[in-house]
């Protein structure tokens, strides 16, 4: 058989944000994305001491099983996690084994669903949300982060230490959500409002929120021994299960 005539399977994975969130003139917008099967060369990418060291391993791995025609930095973190589990299952299988204490686990990743959404808090095609601060009464805008924001994020953090060896994750972040603070969109008054502004309290309340609102995987596991659920850990096992 020629090797022209061979064609590597693929499959259709539902994004959590149903693709509401893009705009309608991009792919992601249909609220799917194809992938392949892992193959030999993709594993590779996850034995490439080189991408291990510099963090982007992960990233390599996806960008190489998505078959879709998209632009990687667009994808929401919780579109983003969904195709994280689905390269694993796509690589190794839907069986996934973890260990918490003293009981290892094992869980059928195909079983995972995504978030139920709240359809009417979205406006189709617009990545912003209107948010109220619960103590001050302060209205603002958001959106939610895409890997393309989390890479900024990344690279202003790690100039940050370099001045002054300090790590303002939370603050910084909130930086990039907000997108307006009582009408204003300059971003130093953003940014002011975050140091100067914004209380504890209000900070906490709003980033429960979007924890409750964001699209994203359900890795809630009910354990068969009747105990308590927990969260599924994507540990190192996780795209690496034969690492002793």
């Given amino acids: 058989m020629a090797l022209d005539n061979l064609k590597l399977p693929t499959e259709t994975v539902e994004l959590p944000s149903k693709g509401l969130l893009y705009s309608k003139d991009n792919p992601l917008a249909s609220g799917t ?44 973190i919780g579109d983003k996690n969904a195709i994280l589990i689905a390269a694993r299952v796509l690589g190794y299988g839907k069986d996934y084994e973890f260990t918490i204490g003293d009981t290892t686990h094992t869980v059928d990743l195909s079983q995972i669903e ?90 906490r309340e709003f980033r429960n929120y979007i924890a409750k609102i964001q699209p994203d995987v359900d890795l809630t596991f009910f354990p068969d021994d009747g105990t308590k659920n927990i969260t599924i850990p994507i540990g190192i096992s996780f795209f690496y299960p034969d690492l002793d």
């Fill in 33 to 76: 994305i194809e992938m392949k099967y892992m193959t030999a060369k993709e594993e590779d990418i996850l034995t490439n001491a080189a991408y291990i060291k510099n963090g982007t391993v992960i990233d390599k791995l996806l960008k190489s099983m998505i078959v879709s025609k998209i632009n990687y930095d667009d994808l929401l």
């Fill in 114 to 203: 995504n978030k139920k959404l709240d359809e009417s808090l979205f406006q189709s095609g617009k990545n912003e949300f209107n948010y109220t601060l619960p103590n001050t009464g302060i209205e603002i805008t958001f959106r939610l982060l895409t890997h393309g924001d989390e890479k900024k994020i990344q690279k202003e953090l790690i100039g940050i230490k370099k001045l002054n060896n300090s790590n303002p994750e939370v603050s910084t972040r909130l930086k990039y959500i907000i997108t307006s603070v009582a009408d204003s969109r300059e971003p130093k008054d953003i940014r002011e409002f975050v140091d100067s502004y914004l209380l504890a309290k209000d900070a």
